[in-house]
């Protein structure tokens, strides 16, 4: 019982310090107002190039977990793996557009995968993840650091407008988001409403 007190005080800790964040959504350069009035945006992921934690790249973050798993149980590390990468289609991507186009109802823009024939796309680049930890007794946030480039569909080398947002932390109220994916879902869901306000505010 008090294991379960001091986890739930903790969680509520960790989210209070995360509430007192402000997502900054930092416009580094151009102009978003191309977007006033458009309907539809294309909108893409990249996963090309971020570190993981204390690692400088995925695939070392992914070789060293994917051993001790597999070191303890056949077949676990390569299960993980395989994970990891399939949550990027059926958890992160879902949340971030799920929580972008509630975001901007009344804007009446929608943001949604495979249509080039938007006149923008949103390009969503993953530049660092910290996956966090929940042991029960202690947790730690997720947190993402992501870059989105506005460019022509049609011309995708002519960047309209570049923006940042660091820190992004990732998790669910209540301490109960042992699973990794789970963490790092709850970061992309922040980081599509962080910049569905953002976009928001801006537009006309």
């Known amino acids: 019982m008090k294991k379960f007190i001091y986890a739930s005080v903790m969680a509520i800790s960790f989210l209070a310090a995360d509430a007192a964040i402000a997502q900054r ?11 006033s009035g458009q309907k539809t945006v294309n909108v893409e992921y990249d996963y090309s190039s971020f570190g993981v934690g204390k690692f400088a790249t995925e695939q070392e973050y992914l070789d060293k977990k994917s051993a001790e798993y597999n070191a303890k149980e056949a077949g676990k590390g390569d299960a993980w793996k395989k994970a990891w990468v ?5 958890r992160y991507e879902p949340k971030f557009e799920e929580l972008f186009n509630k975001g901007l109802e009344d804007k009446g823009i929608t943001a949604v995968t495979a249509r080039p024939d938007a006149q923008y796309t949103l390009i ?10 929940n042991v029960g007794v202690m947790r730690k946030n997720a947190y993402v650091d992501y ?15 570049e923006i940042a947002m660091r820190n992004v932390p990732g998790g669910q109220f209540g301490g109960f988001d042992f699973d990794t994916g789970v963490r790092i879902a709850e970061s992309y869901a922040k ?7 953002f976009l928001d505010k801006k537009l006309k």
Request: glycine content about 6%; cysteine-free.
């Open 124 to 133: 969503v680049k993953t530049r660092f993840v910290e996956p966090g930890f």
């Open 147 to 161: 870059e989105i480039d506005l460019v022509e569909s049609a011309n995708k080398s002519n960047k309209v407008a």
């Open 25 to 35: 959504v930092d416009l580094r350069s151009g102009d978003v107002n191309v977007l």
């Open 191 to 197: 980081a599509g409403k962080s910049l569905a306000a």
């Open 86 to 90: 399939e949550d990027r289609k059926n």
